[in-house]
């Protein structure tokens, strides 16, 4: 299992193809798994466009990454991203990031722009979190202490995916393995993780400052972001494309995973 020793901690990291390097960093309670079809597709040549060199990681106390030996933020995980490019040799890159993924890249953009030669964001936006969410999650963990995961799978599954998918009768098994994967999740360590989407602070009154070439994937069935905060979000960022995914949650990799590639290897491509 490759790691990378960063800022004191061991990053699980995976890794494909040649070229120009595209980095995933995966939402919150997943893991680099999430791309999956994504690095399988664009670390291959297709027609006239040449392969990537796609590297999907987990955040510390995240999917196979080790459990963080202190407290962390969004910062810490910024931090850690900065790591691993320069452990890897990995800058500039294509920085793709999901909902967290995206907070994350947002403050690559504005902190260090140096290190991107473009920003994905996916289910993401630049605000802070909705003052309302804060206590369902503290919710969410003080029963996960009682009862474990198991139970709250079922809600857990209608945030993060879209009706679409939760409907489709090809895709039980998709759902399934990612239904196992919450109900596996360890109660400490996802505490820790929302930890840092609940107290991030707000980017999106420095978002003008971006000149890093942008582009802002949304299912249309998000529930945990609505659209209209990556609308926001878009066009904060000068010349950002936004482009909405039909028929996905927020977990859209997962959810139709060729739309998104499609979006993403156009996209790439040009710059």
Known sequence: MPTLHCNGVDLHYEERGTGVPVVFSHGLLWSGRMYEAQVEALSENAGDSRGYRCIAYDHRGQGRSQTSPVPYDIETLTADAEALLARLGASPCHFVGLSMGGFVGLRLALRRPELLRSLTLIQSAADAEPRWNVPKYRAMVLFARLAGFGPLVPAVMRIMFGQT??????RGAIRQR?????????????EAALATVTGRAPVLAELSAIRTP?????GTEDRAIVPARAEQTARAISGAKLVKIPRAGHTS???EPAAITRAL???LDRH
Do not use: C, I, K, Q
Not at 178 to 186: E, I, T
Not at 214 to 218: E, P, Y
């Open 165 to 170: 998918f939760l409907r489709d009768p090809n």
């Open 178 to 190: 990612m239904a196992d994967a919450l109900g596996a999740l360890d109660v400490n360590r996802t």
């Open 214 to 218: 942008t582009l802002v994937l949304h």
């Open 253 to 255: 990799s997962v959810e």
């Open 265 to 267: 290897r156009t996209f």
